[in-house]
């Protein structure tokens, strides 16, 4: 019940200075997105923090846990304030079972799927330019797979796995008149249950850290003209 009050609460925050963005109906400035849809592309490294991640670190290892994703999206602007992305990665993942005396790590698979509300802070202000830093919230979940043998005397990861997920972060995006433009990542995202292919202890939260650099293309609407000052 508190993660669901919780998620209400952040949501709404994301939400409200949002709606109450005033929306120009003749755009004055090429970089207003709204009633726009678009697509990016994005990849970089990550590092997940689960099960037994201190193993790798005793064992000198700890950059093996550095691993790479990559990530598709499509997304739709409502006004020149938010939007709603739909987005869906594949990354290759590293983990550990229990010491045991002795070190057992395997590699799995991942693929993720979010819903992410994004919230343009420069439109807040109705200041519409080529530089936009974002925010963005989202639900989603995780399946993993393809779990290699770690060795471990009677310990063995689920081989399939399917776990709900949450996740935040913040964009940094530089955009051009033509609808093209470049954006950096950083976000967090958390899965609660069996992510890591072994039983949840204590809270049962896998959290990952992504940095990532993407591109974007936001299709022109024929029905929205500019009107020039």
Avoid at 62 to 68: E, R
Avoid at 170 to 183: C, M, Q, S
Wanted: hydrophobic share 40%; aromatic share 18%; glycine share 12%.
């Amino acid at each position: 019940m508190t993660r669901k009050i919780v998620t209400l609460i952040a949501a709404l925050l994301l939400t409200v200075p949002g709606f109450a963005a005033r929306y120009h109906r003749a755009p004055v400035s090429p970089y207003q997105y709204g009633r726009r849809w678009y697509f990016s592309l994005q990849g970089g490294p990550m590092f997940g923090f689960n099960e037994n991640l201190d193993s790798y670190f005793a064992n000198g290892k700890g950059w093996n846990t550095l691993t790479f994703y990559g990530a598709a999206a499509i997304g739709y602007n409502f006004n020149d304030a938010w939007d709603l992305r739909i987005s869906g990665s594949y990354s290759y993942n590293a983990g550990a079972c229990l010491p045991q005396g002795s070190f057992y790590p395997y590699t799995f698979r991942a693929a993720h799927a979010f819903a992410d509300l994004i919230l343009n802070f420069r439109a807040l202000g109705e200041d519409c330019q080529p530089f936009s830093p974002k925010m963005y919230l989202g639900l989603g979940g995780a399946y993993t797979h393809g779990f290699s043998d770690p060795g471990h005397p009677f310990q063995l990861p689920n081989p399939e796995n399917l776990c709900p997920g949450f996740r935040a972060g913040v964009i940094l995006e530089r955009d051009y008149p033509g609808g093209f433009g470049w954006f950096f990542d950083f976000g967090a995202e958390s899965f609660l249950g069996w992510y890591s292919g072994l039983e949840p202890t204590g809270v049962g939260i896998t959290l990952e850290l992504r940095l990532s650099f993407g591109i974007v293309v936001h299709f022109w609407n024929p029905k929205i003209k500019l009107v020039n000052q």
